[in-house]
């Protein structure tokens, strides 16, 4: 198995990692065009080789594209214009309306394999890549329909392999539940940030700043080159989620303010709910890709 991995970041990097690890791929090339970052992606042996990118797709069984969504919809025409007839073609963006209908009548988009493995931290780079990043963690798979079912079969093989479980859905249905799960958390950690920086005496602030706070605002140390174009593509899921979120916030407020404290401790209480669902049941959403059949497993 020949792999190509375009984009040498945290998750282009960890996917290559843990490919290796598993022996997946008898080669790995990368492509990545900031010089430095393929430097060291070849030093921390995350690939074997770096090329371009007509290079790179010239004889390959597996093309992964792990590059923000705006340079994905730009990009993935071309990627399919490129491959051989065989090869396999699949993407990790977190948005996938915009980039799926981007090769909707593309001639190749059987071969094309759209996912978004819902993993990662805050660090960017190939520094930041990780064996294990992605084991007990769920891969959304859209529009599976779409894609011829040998292509389908090896990026299943492959999420499985670097121990994700999968979730069917289609493209509109993925933007719509990561834009509550994944993009709002994002959107209120850079929210609470600047809240925080806007005050005049923050440095007193920060060195009150407790796991609670830090934990918090992680997110908001995510890169700006990629959650601006993720917010752009899924502008409508995201404002609706923020939206929700500030409708709650604003209820939460007022009980605060009105000292409506019976009120305050049912929020509160309501909240915590959310304890059942993260560590006690902990159930994912799977569609049956077969029977288009909704099941809940743990």
């Known amino acids: 198995m020949k792999v190509t991995v375009i984009g040498l970041g945290l998750i282009g990097g960890s996917i290559a990692l843990d490919l290796k690890k598993h022996k997946f791929a008898e080669r ?17 042996g995350l690939v074997d080789y770096v090329e371009g990118l007509e290079a790179a797709l010239s004889n390959t069984d597996l093309v992964i594209i792990a590059v923000p969504v705006d340079k994905i ?13 065989q090869t396999t073609v699949t993407d990790v963006g977190s948005s996938k309306r915009e980039i799926a209908e981007t ?29 294990g990043l992605f084991r ?15 292509h389908l079969a090896l990026v299943e093989k492959m999420m499985h392999l670097v121990g994700m479980d999968i979730a069917y859905m289609t493209s509109d249905e993925q933007d719509h539940s990561t834009a509550f799960v994944s993009h709002l958390p994002h959107a209120a950690a850079y929210a609470l940030a600047n ?24 997110l908001a140390k995510s890169s700006p080159d990629m959650w601006v174009p993720i917010f752009q593509q899924n502008r409508k899921y995201v404002v609706e989620a923020l939206d929700v979120y500030i409708k709650h916030l604003t209820e ?10 019976e009120k305050l401790m049912s929020l509160i209480n309501s909240a915590n709910r959310i304890r059942n669902v993260l560590d006690g049941e902990n159930h994912s959403l799977i569609r049956n890709k077969e029977t288009n059949f909704k099941l809940y497993t743990k």
Do not use: W
């Open 252 to 261: 939460l407020k007022e009980s605060i303010k009105n000292e409506e404290d």
């Open 136 to 150: 007990g963690k769920i891969c959304i798979m859209c529009d599976c329909e779409k894609s011829g079912p040998q």
């Open 195 to 218: 809240a925080v920086l806007a005050k005049e005496d923050r440095n007193i602030i920060f060195d009150l700043a407790s796991g609670g706070f830090r934990s918090t605002v992680r």
């Open 73 to 85: 919809v730009t990009l993935l025409p071309l990627v399919l214009d490129l491959i051989q007839g």
């Open 28 to 44: 790995i090339t990368g492509v990545e065009i900031n010089k430095k970052n393929a430097e060291e992606a070849l030093r921390m």
């Open 103 to 131: 090769v909707r009548d593309h001639p190749r988009r059987k071969n094309y394999v759209p996912a978004h493995p819902m993993s990662g931290t805050e660090d960017s780079g190939p520094l930041a890549a990780m064996e």
